[in-house]
Structure formats: C-alpha cells, structure tokens
C-alpha cells in the first residue's frame, strides 16, 4: 500500500463518522445539502421532525424549475406530490411506516408507467394522453415500499430506438443536457434520470437498460448505477426496445442508496414471465445488507485489458491511469487482480454483427405489444406502420431532421423475433456473450466480477442480460478541450466529465456486486468530489417553516 493509499484510507474513515446526524453546538440542526443527501440522512431528518416529505416535495419541485429550462431533465411533475407527500407524513406522525423509503422523492424514467395523472410517453406525443391499465410492477412496488413518484424524467426519445438522434432528445421533453460542462451532451437513453438524480432534483431515479443505458449515463453523472440482471426486476407497462435485453434499474448517488432502491423493485411478476428465470423467487438477496464493511476481500476480478482497445475511442492517458490506481484500492481492500484475461468473443460481440439483429426485431413485436395493453389509445396506434407514420405527421417530433432509421429498417425487413433467422442470431450471439464472453471467463478464470471503466464494459453485458454496477471513480482534468458529438449538436467531451469504474459478472450476482461496489465505494468517496456546475439553489433550510400563500405559491 502506497502513501497515497494510507493517506485515502486514513480520510475515508475520518469522513465516514456520522457528523451530519449531530446537531452543531449553536443547537441548531443542519439539514442534508440536497445535491447529495443519502436515504439515511433523509429517513433520519424525516424522523426526527426536522422537515417533512412536504418539505422534501416543495425542495425538490423548486429545485426542478430552477434548472429545468436549460437542463430539461424532467417531463413532468406530478400534481398529487405534495397531498400525497401530506399523507406519507400524518402516517409517519402515527408511527405507521409503509416501506424503508417511506415519504422519500423518486423520478422515474419516462417510460416507465404510472397510474396517476402522469403521462407515460417515451418522450413522444404518439403516447401523450394514452392510459394504462395499473401502475407498472416497478412503480407499483416503489410506491409499496413508501417512495413518492415526484416526476417522470426526460429520456432519449423511445429509450434511443428510433432513428439517429442526439442523446437525450425527446419531442415531449426538449433536449436534455448535462450538468458537469458547458452544453454537455447527456449519454442515454436514461438522461434525464441521470441528471436529476445527480443534480438533486429528487433523491434517486429510475432508468431502464436495454444496452448499456443505465451504466453509461451512471458513470457520465458520476452516479452508481445497477442495470440489474434481465429478469431481477419486471418490464411490465414499460415502455419496451427489447424483451431479451431491457432491464429498469436503480440510479443513486451512493451504492447503499441503490442497493435501497433495487431492494424495492426487485422480484417476480406474473406479468414479465423473465422474472421467472430469477433463482431467488420471492426471496430477492437482501442487497442492503451487502454494504457492509469488508466486501472485496478475498474477491477475484478479471481486467480484459484488450477491450479496451476494441473501440475507436480508446481510453485517454488519463483515464487509463485512473483505472489502474482503481486496480490499486480494490488490491489493498483485499482482492485478487486476474489481469489481462481475454474475453474471446468481445471482438466479434462490439462489432455489432449481431446486436442489431436480434434488438431491432425485438422492437417491432414488442412496441406494438406495449400498445396493445393501453387502456386509451388516443392515436390508435396498433402497427409499427402506424407508428411512423405518426412521427413522421406531426411537426412537434422534428421529423426528417431526426429521423426514424432504427423502424424504416425493420419495417422494409419485415423484422421479427420468431423468425428461424432471429434465432441464428440470437444463438451466435448468446455464444460471443456468454460461453466467450462474461460466462466462460468467469468459470475460466474463477471470478467473482469483471472490471473496466465502465464505457467499456455496458454493452459487453448487454446481449444476455448480465448485471452491471458503476461506481463513480474520476473525471477528465479542468483543460480538456471540448469536442463535439457526431451530430454536432452537443459536447461529448470537455473538461470535469465524470466516469465510473464498471463491474459485470454472472446473471444475478447482484448481491456480490453490490458488496464489491460498496467496499470500493468506502474506500474511494469520489462523488462529493465532482461537482456540476449548474446547480439548482434551494435546500431544505429555505423550505422547512415557511408557509405557503392562498396561492399555493411558495414564499422564499
Ligand atoms: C398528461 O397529458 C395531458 C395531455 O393529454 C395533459 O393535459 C396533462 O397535463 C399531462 N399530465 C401531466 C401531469 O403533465
Ligand atoms: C411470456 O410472455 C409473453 C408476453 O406476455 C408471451 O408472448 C410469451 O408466450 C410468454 N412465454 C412463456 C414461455 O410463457
Ligand atoms: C380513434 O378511434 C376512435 C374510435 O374508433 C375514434 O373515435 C377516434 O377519432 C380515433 N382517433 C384518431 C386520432 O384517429
Ligand atoms: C416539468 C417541466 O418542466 N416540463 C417541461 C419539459 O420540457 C417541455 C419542453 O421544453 C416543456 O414544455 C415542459 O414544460
């Protein structure tokens, strides 16, 4: 263990003393700063009668239209937060808690459906005023266990799967940009999620993964995020890309603020028969429980080196450097580096000779399928035929400038996913991902997890639905220059962008993951380091005690 090593382990203790829960010797009590605020600071102010979920709602709606102009992060509010924020709070005051995240703020991915007065659009006016049936499984079990949906958060529009857009770019929702430099480009297709949870416009959100769109926007918003393995959490009434690949996940700014939020929404469902693979039933791990103290010792993590070199945007010199002294914590906590193991069919895998072929046809039944379970349908759109055609009418979707690639290739190919052609794909696929890909170096090299910087790892987990933890773990320097991204519409690099440190490992090792993330976590602290520079300014001491006027308007 280097000086340096000591020196970080010596501060991580002294910085993981629980100072914020003493009230300072003035005697007045110090409120959570709202960018960072854990579940355990919020549940302990909460109890403790310092604020109220009303509070919370009233700071956080504030904060939304603060920075929701120029970051158009959130779709919508929704407008019962504050009565049922009112009835989390009268419940708690009669000591009657529904669930570990009672009264506690959560946006969720625009696609991801509500039963409330929100729409549920995948950033399109085709959904606009459409109905479903009951709240999604995911919306349903966040809200038995206490959470309130403040707000349903901007996305890539159909979660990426539409044509060649910028990231983050939805009709309903505007462009959404992040927060760390000047007109970041936000990585997708959760965006908004990410961007609200990092800029702390709600405690946490969630996003859905269908190839690396939980993971990646993690890491570029220096949050954790867990795409949960294909099957750990249902897709029921959510807005889909891919049965065999999507995957709705928590985005959180600590791995035990995660672990909360998987804990919540994982486990079977009668309505996504995928559950049914999970091993655990309705005994989910209890992925709380694995933050604890000691996690990486005695653990054994591959690093396949050569992908990174597998994409023509290799990995600068200093994010490099980073990375290995990454390597460097997660030895000196204990574990075992297998490094430069080889992942044999990585190359044929990011190729993409696959993917398309197995991900498009998925789309064009389950789009329609998603639609066929509306209980509105104000369009009456059925088809994918119909669909475009919607798009492509109505000025408000910026068609021909965005354009509906992803859907005129497989309308033209008659795409989809019962075809025998489907199934070579899908099988020689499931070979490069799994017996060559994560599964076989597992079994081969006995590992308990797979490392690389995130971005070069989501989308080797993608094909089989493996799970994926990143954990923020640096930035890019104060002069790197911007560059734009092939749209020329944003920057996709620039100066203090974060980056996560990703792992992967067997379908439904999450439990093992989290407790992998947690000890590096501990040991690193890295996300209170970075900060955005656009920042929403109202905290709770701006909030808690004062009253509303006969308007509803807050007086601050
Ligand atoms: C949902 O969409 C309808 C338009 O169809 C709109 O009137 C309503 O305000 C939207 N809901 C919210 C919470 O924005
Ligand atoms: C799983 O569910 C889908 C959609 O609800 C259905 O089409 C499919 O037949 C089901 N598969 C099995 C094996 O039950
Ligand atoms: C959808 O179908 C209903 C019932 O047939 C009809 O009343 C309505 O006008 C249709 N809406 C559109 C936008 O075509
Ligand atoms: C809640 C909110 O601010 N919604 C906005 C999202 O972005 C669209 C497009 O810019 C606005 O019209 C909404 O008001």
């Given at each position: 263990?280097?000086?340096?090593h000591?020196?970080?382990?010596?501060?991580?203790?002294?910085?993981?003393?629980?100072?914020?829960?003493c009230?300072?010797?003035?005697?007045r009590?110090?409120?959570?700063?709202?960018?960072?605020?854990?579940?355990?600071?919020?549940?302990?102010?909460?109890?403790?009668?310092?604020?109220?979920?009303?509070?919370?709602?009233?700071?956080?709606?504030?904060?939304?239209?603060?920075?929701?102009?120029?970051?158009?992060?959130?779709n919508?509010?929704?407008?019962?937060?504050?009565?049922?924020a009112?009835h989390?709070?009268?419940?708690?005051?009669?000591?009657?808690?529904?669930?570990?995240?009672?009264?506690?703020?959560?946006?969720v991915?625009?696609?991801?459906?509500?039963?409330?007065?929100?729409?549920?659009?995948?950033?399109?006016?085709?959904?606009?005023?459409?109905?479903?049936p009951?709240?999604s499984?995911?919306?349903?079990?966040?809200?038995?266990?206490?959470?309130?949906?403040?707000?349903?958060?901007?996305?890539?529009?159909?979660s990426?799967a539409?044509?060649?857009?910028?990231?983050?770019?939805?009709?309903?929702?505007?462009?959404?940009?992040?927060?760390?430099?000047?007109?970041?480009?936000?990585?997708?297709?959760?965006?908004?999620?990410?961007?609200?949870?990092?800029?702390?416009?709600?405690?946490?959100?969630?996003?859905?993964?269908?190839?690396?769109?939980?993971?990646?926007?993690?890491?570029?918003h220096?949050?954790?995020?867990?795409?949960p393995?294909?099957?750990?959490t249902?897709?029921?009434?959510?807005?889909?890309?891919?049965?065999h690949?999507?995957?709705?996940?928590?985005?959180?700014?600590t791995v035990?603020?995660?672990?909360?939020?998987l804990?919540?929404?994982?486990?079977?469902d009668?309505?996504?028969?995928?559950?049914?693979?999970?091993?655990?039933?309705?005994?989910v791990?209890?992925?709380?429980?694995?933050?604890?103290?000691?996690?990486?010792?005695?653990?054994?993590?591959?690093?396949?080196?050569?992908?990174?070199?597998?994409?023509?945007?290799?990995?600068?010199?200093?994010?490099?450097e980073?990375?290995d002294s990454?390597?460097?914590v997660?030895?000196?906590?204990?574990?075992?580096?297998?490094?430069?193991?080889?992942?044999?069919?990585?190359?044929?895998?990011?190729?993409?000779?696959?993917?398309?072929?197995?991900?498009?046809?998925?789309?064009m039944?389950?789009?329609p399928?998603?639609?066929?379970?509306?209980?509105?349908?104000?369009?009456?759109?059925?088809?994918?035929i119909?669909?475009?055609?919607?798009?492509?009418?109505?000025?408000?979707?910026?068609?021909?400038?965005k354009?509906?690639?992803?859907?005129?290739?497989?309308?033209?190919?008659?795409?989809?996913?019962?075809?025998?052609?489907?199934?070579?794909?899908?099988?020689?696929?499931?070979?490069?991902?799994?017996?060559?890909?994560?599964?076989g170096?597992?079994?081969?090299y006995?590992?308990?997890?797979?490392?690389l910087p995130?971005?070069?790892?989501?989308?080797?987990?993608?094909?089989?639905?493996?799970?994926?933890?990143?954990?923020?773990?640096?930035?890019t320097?104060?002069?790197?220059?911007?560059e734009?991204?092939k749209?020329?519409?944003?920057?996709?690099?620039?100066?203090?962008?974060?980056f996560?440190?990703?792992?992967?490992?067997?379908?439904?090792?999450?439990?093992?993951?989290?407790?992998?993330?947690?000890?590096?976590?501990?040991?690193?602290?890295?996300?209170?380091t970075?900060v955005?520079?656009?920042?929403?300014?109202?905290?709770l001491?701006?909030?808690?005690?004062?009253?509303?006027?006969?308007?509803?308007?807050?007086?601050?």
């Amino acid at each position: 263990m280097t000086a340096r090593h000591l020196l970080q382990a010596f501060i991580v203790i002294a910085c993981s003393l629980p100072l914020c829960q003493c009230a300072p010797a003035s005697g007045r009590v110090q409120l959570p700063s709202l960018l960072d605020a854990t579940l355990d600071e919020l549940q302990s102010g909460l109890n403790a009668g310092h604020f109220t979920s009303v509070d919370l709602i009233r700071a956080y709606t504030a904060r939304i239209g603060q920075v929701n102009s120029r970051l158009h992060a959130v779709n919508e509010i929704n407008p019962d937060a504050v009565s049922i924020a009112a009835h989390h709070d009268s419940l708690r005051s009669s000591g009657n808690l529904i669930g570990p995240l009672h009264g506690i703020p959560v946006v969720v991915k625009d696609n991801i459906g509500t039963a409330d007065k929100m729409n549920n659009t995948a950033g399109s006016f085709a959904l606009l005023g459409a109905e479903i049936p009951e709240d999604s499984t995911v919306a349903r079990k966040l809200r038995e266990a206490g959470a309130i949906v403040l707000g349903k958060a901007n996305l890539s529009q159909w979660s990426g799967a539409r044509g060649e857009i910028t990231q983050g770019w939805s009709a309903y929702g505007g462009q959404c940009i992040g927060a760390y430099y000047r007109d970041m480009d936000p990585d997708g297709s959760s965006s908004g999620s990410g961007v609200a949870a990092s800029t702390g416009l709600a405690w946490a959100a969630l996003g859905t993964d269908t190839s690396g769109s939980i993971a990646d926007p993690s890491s570029k918003h220096n949050l954790v995020g867990i795409k949960p393995t294909t099957g750990l959490t249902s897709r029921y009434l959510v807005v889909p890309i891919s049965e065999h690949q999507d995957s709705v996940g928590p985005m959180a700014r600590t791995v035990k603020d995660a672990a909360y939020l998987l804990a919540a929404i994982a486990g079977p469902d009668e309505h996504d028969n995928y559950t049914s693979a999970s091993p655990f039933g309705d005994r989910v791990p209890d992925y709380v429980a694995a933050c604890k103290g000691n996690g990486l010792r005695g653990r054994r993590i591959g690093v396949p080196r050569h992908m990174l070199q597998l994409w023509s945007d290799k990995p600068s010199d200093y994010m490099l450097e980073i990375f290995d002294s990454a390597l460097d914590v997660l030895r000196a906590q204990g574990a075992e580096i297998a490094d430069d193991i080889v992942l044999p069919g990585a190359v044929d895998l990011l190729n993409s000779k696959y993917s398309p072929f197995v991900t498009g046809p998925d789309l064009m039944v389950d789009i329609p399928r998603y639609f066929s379970q509306l209980k509105t349908n104000p369009n009456n759109i059925t088809t994918m035929i119909q669909l475009r055609e919607f798009i492509q009418n109505d000025a408000r979707e910026g068609y021909p400038e965005k354009n509906t690639a992803s859907w005129d290739r497989g309308i033209r190919r008659g795409y989809d996913n019962t075809s025998p052609a489907w199934w070579a794909n899908y099988k020689a696929q499931a070979e490069l991902a799994g017996p060559r890909g994560i599964a076989g170096a597992v079994d081969k090299y006995s590992l308990d997890a797979i490392v690389l910087p995130t971005e070069y790892l989501s989308k080797l987990a993608a094909p089989l639905g493996n799970p994926v933890i990143s954990v923020p773990v640096g930035r890019t320097p104060d002069d790197t220059p911007l560059e734009k991204n092939k749209f020329g519409t944003l920057n996709i690099k620039g100066p203090n962008q974060p980056f996560g440190l990703g792992f992967t490992g067997a379908r439904f090792s999450e439990e093992i993951l989290v407790e992998i993330a947690y000890a590096f976590e501990q040991a690193t602290m890295v996300r209170k380091t970075i900060v955005p520079y656009i920042q929403p300014k109202t905290e709770l001491e701006d909030i808690v005690g004062k009253r509303e006027d006969t308007n509803g308007e807050l007086e601050l």
